[in-house]
């Protein structure tokens, strides 16, 4: 089994920044591509940003570009989402997910197979 806990999170003026943490045990977590996503109340779940099994390659929703960054560390089995520049509408769940291993980060909902808990963030103004 894949247990997946998510950090970090907390509250936030606009314009301000946090790093969310998701550690993973699972011994083959290098197999695997990292997503996070986050779901505000009364919202659909949204993609946020992905990375490759060996974090070569990234992606990231246009809501976020040029804010957010995520990345991974393969030896402690964790993965960051760096929050930069927060807004208002950022408020949410954040959950982070273990999908499609390969040289491409995943990008599709079905390319991602284990979630964690999520950790909350609010950013006010």
């Known amino acids: 089994q894949v247990q997946l806990v998510e950090s970090g999170g907390g509250l936030v003026q606009t314009g301000g920044s946090l790093r969310l943490t998701c550690a993973a045990s699972?011994?083959?977590?290098?197999?695997?591509?990292i997503g996070w996503f986050r779901q505000a109340p009364g919202k659909e779940r949204e993609f946020v940003a992905a990375?490759?099994?060996?974090?070569?390659?990234?992606n990231s929703a246009d809501s976020v570009k040029g804010r957010f960054t995520i990345s991974r560390d393969n030896v402690e089995n964790t993965v960051y989402l760096q929050m930069n520049s927060l807004k208002f509408e950022d408020t949410a769940v954040y959950y982070c997910?273990?999908?499609?291993?390969?040289?491409?980060?995943?990008?599709?909902?079905?390319?991602?197979?284990?979630w964690g808990q999520g950790t909350q963030v609010t950013v006010s103004s």
């Open positions: 990375i490759s099994s060996v974090g070569d390659n990234t």
């Open positions: 997910a273990l999908g499609r291993g390969g040289t491409i980060a995943p990008s599709r909902d079905r390319d991602f197979y284990y």
């Open positions: 699972i011994r083959t977590f290098n197999y695997y591509g």
